[in-house]
């Protein structure tokens, strides 16, 4: 194509760029950054593209594959791997090289297809590869990611609103590298077009524009598998403490009992990899249990000292899936002796030394070899439980009845502040 005929379509763009529809809500999304961001992408298009900066039309490109690789020298370049032909070549900057595809569809980035455009940002790591689109279109990718499509439509719907408002209220989560949110569950499950399904995307259009809201402004709405009969309040999780955010019943949940075991050694070798020595580990103890009795202080002796694991972290510090959970042991009878505390005389046993008239009783040689945690429950707790949701929609509860079930004093709005 000679620069007479790029000139000729991008005029032709400008007038067709009056005509397309620009969504109120976009989001964008790294598919490629940091330490993973490669030298070189592959974008296609059946319909060719529209090649943009800052929402700006550069040109309108006929070429249906594109190769878009960063040049050491500060750019980034494009080329035609087909002619093998350099097409254009965009200085360093902050501001993204955009493709969209002409016809307004779907392209694929490296083998992936996607709705919405594709966006390369020049960074000292490679190219970071970001996916800029309509917020309805990204939930297409993301709702069957994080539920079975197979289940019922009002949980669907459910979790189609609660992505929705988890999109709105992370945005710039990931700004420090040119985007909103990335593609994995630190933020949500995406996957693009392959991910969709006809009944998660009917789940997304069912809700379209719909928001869940406190006092008319967004809520954040957390999600989690399931609770094991009660939902936790954020406070005994993170610490922050939101009206909407509190514990509930959770009688349409069903939960499965699940067993892991740690020797001292494992615990040793957990505590050492957050930087904490304690000696050889001799005990575990519950100090504090929330409410909904999951345990938010747990006590971990050991023969140089106690650390005390706290809130999340009681489940975090040993991969659990959730901090609902009972301990028991293996071997660590041990010895009995009196001792006197601030309550009276009390029957203890021999965990660790102690200092008495006679001299230095020694800890107890005879300490547990396991600990098993048994527990039930999958995630965090906080927010709407997703088994529980699903038990909920089929007992015929609308997705409405469910979020506001586990979001205390929410309604669902199309506005917000």
């Known amino acids: 194509?000679?620069?007479?005929?790029?000139?000729?379509?991008?005029?032709?763009?400008?007038?067709?760029?009056?005509?397309?529809?620009?969504?109120?809500?976009?989001?964008?999304?790294?598919?490629?950054?940091?330490?993973?961001?490669?030298?070189?992408?592959?974008?296609?298009?059946?319909?060719?593209?529209?090649?943009?900066?800052?929402?700006?039309?550069?040109?309108?490109?006929?070429?249906?594959?594109?190769?878009?690789?960063?040049?050491?020298?500060?750019?980034?370049?494009?080329?035609?791997?087909?002619?093998?032909?350099?097409?254009?070549?965009?200085?360093?900057?902050?501001?993204?090289?955009?493709?969209?595809?002409?016809?307004?569809?779907t392209l694929r980035i490296d083998g992936d297809e996607y709705r919405g455009s594709a966006r390369f940002l020049y960074a000292d790591s490679g190219l970071t590869i970001i996916n800029f689109l309509d917020v309805e279109d990204y939930l297409k990718g993301v709702v069957a990611e994080e539920m079975p499509a197979s289940w019922h439509i009002e949980a669907l719907k459910a979790q189609a609103i609660c992505a929705r408002n988890y999109a709105m209220t992370n945005k710039n989560k990931f700004k420090k590298y040119g985007f909103d949110l990335d593609d994995t569950i630190q933020s949500q499950v995406?996957?693009?077009?392959?991910?969709?399904?006809?009944?998660?995307?009917?789940?997304?259009?069912?809700?379209?524009?719909?928001?869940?809201?406190?006092?008319?402004?967004?809520?954040?709405?957390?999600?989690?598998?399931?609770?094991?009969?009660?939902?936790?309040?954020?406070?005994?999780?993170?610490?922050?403490?939101?009206?909407?955010?509190?514990?509930?019943?959770?009688?349409?949940?069903?939960?499965?009992?699940?067993?892991?075991?740690?020797?001292?050694?494992?615990?040793?070798?957990k505590l050492s990899g957050i930087g904490v020595y304690i000696g050889d580990i001799i005990g575990l103890e519950v100090v504090e249990r929330s409410p909904s009795q999951r345990i938010i202080d747990l006590k971990i002796v050991g023969t140089e000292g106690n650390y005390h694991a706290k809130l999340e972290q009681s489940r975090s510090l040993f991969n659990l899936r959730s901090n609902l959970f009972t301990i028991s042991q293996t071997g660590g009878d041990g010895q009995m002796v009196t001792v006197l505390t601030s309550k009276g005389l009390e029957e203890r046993k021999v965990m660790s030394p102690i200092l008495t008239s006679g001299g230095t009783l020694p800890a107890n040689t005879g300490a547990p070899t396991e600990y098993s945690f048994q527990g039930t429950g999958y995630g965090h707790g906080v927010g709407m439980s997703q088994y529980g949701a699903k038990g909920m929609a089929e007992a015929g509860y609308s997705c409405e009845q469910i979020l506001t079930h586990y979001f205390t004093g929410t309604s669902l709005q199309t506005t917000y502040q």
């Open 1 to 105: 194509m000679n620069k007479l005929q790029k000139t000729a379509l991008c005029l032709l763009c400008l007038l067709l760029c009056a005509t397309l529809f620009v969504s109120a809500e976009t989001i964008s999304i790294g598919l490629k950054f940091g330490s993973d961001a490669p030298n070189q992408s592959t974008v296609q298009s059946d319909s060719g593209f529209h090649m943009k900066a800052n929402d700006e039309l550069i040109c309108v490109l006929a070429e249906t594959t594109l190769v878009v690789s960063k040049n050491p020298e500060g750019s980034i370049d494009v080329t035609d791997p087909i002619n093998q032909v350099a097409v254009f070549s965009y200085p360093q900057s902050e501001i993204p090289l955009e493709f969209a595809p002409a016809d307004g569809t």
């Open 190 to 269: 995406y996957t693009g077009v392959k991910g969709e399904t006809e009944a998660t995307n009917r789940a997304v259009e069912e809700t379209r524009g719909l928001f869940l809201t406190h006092n008319g402004k967004l809520a954040t709405t957390f999600f989690f598998s399931s609770s094991g009969g009660h939902t936790e309040s954020s406070k005994f999780v993170w610490g922050g403490d939101f009206p909407y955010l509190t514990g509930v019943e959770d009688p349409y949940d069903t939960s499965r009992e699940w067993t892991v075991p740690y020797t001292p050694d494992e615990i040793k070798d």
